[in-house]
């Protein structure tokens, strides 16, 4: 955890780096490291009567209220603060994040006033979000504007109010759930990827501290005091001297010539990274950047804005090297080389997946029937978009990333207009200004009396995900002229375009005497696509069970994943393992249930030019399909 910790640090030394985001596997401890965090930072001066947390000695770090007092010349009030850890839900609402208006001060005093939002609350605190890949986008888009600016700006009810947000942002996700668009991801300044340990030693002593912790809190508490307040003088004395520190004009060429060659094209990595080793050697009591400070920084700023285009390998970082010393090797284990501690390759996998991969790609698989076989995945240029006329009415169609439907009586989404309440949405997400202004509206006088006839309810607008769930033929037939290599191609671009859209997507996979469902959808795109190689091929073709298959788990998902389902059949047709009855019969039945949960594509891989007496069913399948799309030889 000691790339964590330090990135950490550096953003508690100057927050405007842009935030930490702690990628990794659940339960290797990135939710505790960060509200242990609170612990180490130093207390804060803020304005006692001030809900925005403002510095009471620096005017531009003000809210408008504070700054007219202390141009004006009034003593403000100063009280000292503990720094906190505040929690950001991923059912939060816009209104509860920026603000909105404060009801009792507009019904009471007639006046339009600002109740703050949690970005009042966190600034000059601690903002985590856990789980920030499960956040709504829109939210996103908001919260990491404030964070970039360091003032949120609140529009509310013609209530106008800029406040600061200077506030450290630190973020957990899994990656197994699903990753963020690029363009976000830019926007945090540091990554880290954080893994369980593998020494059993570590892992051991993790237990005991855990142990010990539960036994007696505040001993092993006080145990580790004067460490935490040596951090915390760290940090202290760092935030003092990092204004007065200077890079060095030939680091910064070899920084940004660093950059060039990485084929990074956002501005931000030569900013960040330049930040973040100022904090750096700030923390280490120096006024100069030097090699190490840069190299440090780079590890932590770049790695996340190496992979230019989606679904393109990261390239491998060459970061300018340091002067070795005999120091540099005190990390090291008995027998390794510098590659195995890394645990990582040319191409930046790791060694272990190296060989996996290897081992799976080609040749004759061992098993029961001992004609499976492993092919690879083919380039293919066939189109795999959702069609524009496919979509439902109320959609918008091939240009936006998903779907948008109204919802009313629920507090998500973006408002964008009001409706007298009913019986059927309840008292859920009230529009209260509306419901006041409507009960004025009927000249009762002061004060006003707000009945159950004047309450209106949001109108808001959500995105509906879109769900691409393919069904993936591996048969022997598919093996015939290397046909699933195209198809193997075909599910690829499938879960490119899932990602441009931000869709799920899953695999279910059928060939010999069952089916198998090979990744649930998923946000995880890199899972189908690491999946792919090692996909074996061979057998009978049980297409009516797969389809069985798909019809269930649609069923399955759409009572907690509602949303725009895609059904991708990549197939011959040439079914003949029937589950009870005729497969023509089956196929039918399920084809016809099918196509009322999703929008069904019928991608047909028989080969065109070559004469195939076998018996096919894609006029089948095609019968109930929205589209049936011919590969080509």
């Given at each position: 955890?000691d790339?964590?910790?330090?990135a950490?640090?550096?953003?508690?030394?100057?927050?405007?780096?842009?935030?930490?985001?702690?990628?990794g596997?659940?339960?290797?401890?990135?939710?505790?490291?960060?509200?242990?965090?609170?612990?180490?930072?130093?207390?804060?001066?803020?304005?006692?009567?001030?809900?925005?947390?403002?510095?009471?000695?620096?005017?531009?770090?003000?809210?408008?209220?504070?700054?007219?007092?202390?141009?004006?010349?009034?003593?403000l009030?100063?009280?000292?603060?503990?720094?906190?850890?505040?929690?950001?839900?991923?059912?939060?609402?816009?209104?509860?994040?920026?603000?909105?208006?404060?009801?009792?001060?507009?019904?009471?005093?007639?006046?339009?006033?600002?109740?703050?939002?949690?970005?009042?609350?966190?600034?000059?605190n601690?903002?985590?979000?856990?789980?920030?890949?499960?956040?709504?986008?829109?939210?996103?888009?908001?919260?990491?504007?404030?964070?970039?600016?360091?003032?949120?700006?609140?529009?509310?009810?013609?209530?106008?109010?800029?406040?600061?947000?200077?506030?450290?942002?630190?973020?957990?996700?899994?990656?197994?759930?699903?990753e963020?668009?690029?363009?976000?991801?830019?926007?945090?300044?540091?990554?880290?990827?954080?893994?369980?340990?593998?020494?059993?030693?570590?892992?051991?002593?993790?237990?005991?501290?855990?142990?010990?912790?539960?036994?007696?809190?505040?001993?092993?508490?006080?145990?580790?005091?004067?460490?935490?307040?040596?951090?915390?003088?760290?940090?202290?004395?760092?935030?003092?001297?990092?204004?007065?520190?200077?890079?060095?004009?030939?680091?910064?060429?070899?920084?940004?010539?660093?950059?060039?060659?990485?084929?990074?094209?956002?501005?931000?990595?030569?900013?960040?990274?330049?930040?973040?080793?100022?904090?750096?050697?700030?923390?280490?009591?120096?006024?100069?950047?030097?090699?190490?400070?840069?190299?440090?920084?780079?590890?932590?700023?770049?790695?996340?804005?190496?992979?230019?285009?989606?679904?393109?390998?990261?390239?491998?970082?060459?970061?300018?090297?340091?002067?070795?010393?005999?120091?540099?090797?005190?990390?090291?284990?008995?027998?390794?080389?510098?590659?195995?501690?890394?645990?990582?390759?040319?191409?930046?996998?790791?060694t272990?997946?190296?060989?996996?991969?290897?081992?799976?790609?080609?040749?004759?698989?061992?098993?029961?029937?001992?004609?499976?076989?492993?092919?690879?995945?083919?380039?293919?240029?066939?189109?795999?978009?959702?069609?524009?006329?496919?979509?439902?009415?109320?959609?918008?169609?091939?240009?936006?990333?998903?779907s948008?439907?109204?919802?009313?009586?629920?507090?998500?989404?973006?408002?964008?207009?009001?409706?007298?309440?009913?019986?059927?949405?309840?008292?859920?997400?009230?529009?209260?200004?509306?419901?006041?202004?409507?009960a004025?509206?009927?000249?009762?006088?002061l004060?006003?009396?707000?009945?159950?006839?004047?309450?209106?309810?949001?109108?808001r607008?959500?995105?509906?995900?879109?769900?691409?769930?393919?069904?993936?033929?591996?048969?022997?037939?598919?093996?015939?002229?290397?046909?699933?290599?195209?198809a193997?191609?075909?599910?690829?671009?499938?879960?490119?375009?899932?990602?441009?859209k931000?869709?799920?997507?899953?695999?279910?996979?059928?060939?010999?005497?069952?089916?198998?469902?090979?990744?649930?959808?998923?946000?995880?795109?890199?899972?189908?696509?690491?999946?792919?190689?090692?996909?074996?091929?061979?057998?009978?073709?049980?297409?009516?069970?797969?389809?069985?298959?798909?019809?269930?788990?649609?069923?399955?998902?759409?009572?907690?994943?509602?949303?725009?389902?895609?059904?991708?059949?990549?197939?011959?047709?040439?079914?003949?393992?029937?589950?009870?009855?005729?497969?023509?019969?089956?196929?039918?039945?399920?084809?016809?249930?099918?196509?009322?949960l999703?929008?069904?594509?019928?991608?047909?891989?028989?080969?065109?030019?070559?004469?195939?007496?076998?018996?096919?069913?894609?006029?089948?399948?095609?019968?109930?399909?929205?589209?049936?799309?011919?590969?080509?030889?």
């Amino acid at each position: 955890m000691d790339k964590a910790k330090l990135a950490l640090i550096a953003v508690a030394v100057n927050p405007l780096i842009g935030g930490v985001l702690l990628r990794g596997d659940k339960g290797t401890g990135k939710t505790t490291l960060v509200r242990s965090f609170a612990d180490v930072l130093p207390e804060i001066e803020v304005v006692a009567d001030c809900p925005f947390n403002c510095d009471p000695h620096d005017p531009q770090l003000m809210c408008d209220s504070c700054y007219v007092r202390y141009q004006r010349g009034e003593k403000l009030p100063i009280t000292i603060k503990k720094m906190r850890v505040i929690d950001l839900p991923l059912s939060i609402t816009v209104d509860r994040l920026v603000g909105t208006l404060d009801i009792k001060r507009a019904i009471t005093e007639g006046v339009r006033a600002l109740q703050p939002g949690l970005l009042a609350e966190a600034n000059r605190n601690i903002l985590y979000i856990d789980e920030v890949n499960l956040l709504d986008d829109y939210i996103i888009d908001i919260l990491l504007d404030a964070a970039a600016y360091g003032w949120n700006v609140v529009e509310r009810e013609g209530v106008s109010v800029k406040h600061p947000a200077r506030f450290i942002l630190v973020a957990s996700m899994n990656p197994e759930e699903g990753e963020l668009r690029p363009q976000l991801l830019d926007r945090f300044g540091l990554i880290v990827d954080v893994e369980a340990p593998r020494d059993q030693e570590v892992r051991a002593e993790i237990v005991r501290r855990v142990e010990e912790f539960n036994r007696d809190p505040e001993g092993f508490y006080r145990r580790w005091e004067p460490e935490i307040k040596k951090i915390r003088e760290g940090i202290r004395k760092a935030r003092e001297l990092v204004k007065r520190v200077e890079m060095p004009d030939d680091l910064l060429k070899t920084l940004v010539e660093t950059i060039i060659k990485l084929d990074i094209r956002t501005s931000r990595a030569e900013i960040v990274t330049t930040k973040t080793a100022k904090a750096l050697a700030a923390l280490e009591g120096r006024t100069r950047v030097t090699m190490e400070d840069l190299q440090r920084a780079m590890e932590l700023a770049l790695p996340h804005r190496l992979k230019a285009r989606p679904f393109e390998r990261p390239k491998p970082p060459i970061l300018p090297q340091p002067l070795i010393n005999d120091n540099d090797t005190r990390n090291e284990q008995p027998g390794q080389t510098p590659n195995q501690r890394g645990g990582m390759s040319r191409d930046g996998m790791s060694t272990a997946q190296d060989e996996h991969s290897n081992a799976g790609t080609g040749g004759n698989v061992g098993g029961a029937d001992g004609n499976s076989r492993r092919y690879g995945v083919a380039s293919v240029g066939i189109p795999v978009e959702f069609r524009k006329e496919f979509i439902h009415a109320g959609s918008h169609g091939l240009g936006s990333r998903s779907s948008f439907r109204r919802i009313v009586g629920q507090p998500h989404g973006i408002p964008y207009m009001y409706l007298p309440i009913s019986n059927k949405e309840g008292s859920a997400d009230v529009d209260l200004t509306a419901s006041i202004v409507h009960a004025a509206l009927r000249g009762a006088g002061l004060p006003i009396k707000v009945d159950w006839g004047d309450l209106m309810v949001r109108v808001r607008r959500v995105r509906a995900p879109r769900i691409s769930l393919i069904v993936l033929d591996a048969s022997g037939s598919m093996n015939f002229m290397r046909r699933i290599e195209v198809a193997k191609g075909l599910v690829r671009r499938i879960a490119e375009e899932s990602y441009v859209k931000r869709s799920y997507v899953g695999l279910i996979s059928f060939r010999g005497r069952g089916v198998d469902v090979i990744i649930e959808p998923t946000r995880n795109y890199w899972q189908v696509l690491s999946t792919l190689e090692g996909l074996p091929s061979g057998g009978a073709t049980p297409l009516s069970a797969a389809l069985a298959c798909a019809v269930d788990l649609i069923k399955r998902l759409g009572l907690k994943l509602r949303g725009d389902y895609w059904v991708y059949v990549i197939t011959d047709g040439k079914a003949n393992v029937p589950l009870m009855r005729d497969v023509r019969e089956e196929l039918e039945s399920f084809m016809v249930e099918l196509s009322r949960l999703a929008k069904v594509v019928i991608y047909n891989t028989r080969p065109q030019l070559i004469y195939d007496p076998s018996i096919t069913y894609i006029d089948v399948l095609s019968k109930y399909a929205v589209d049936t799309v011919r590969v080509g030889d």
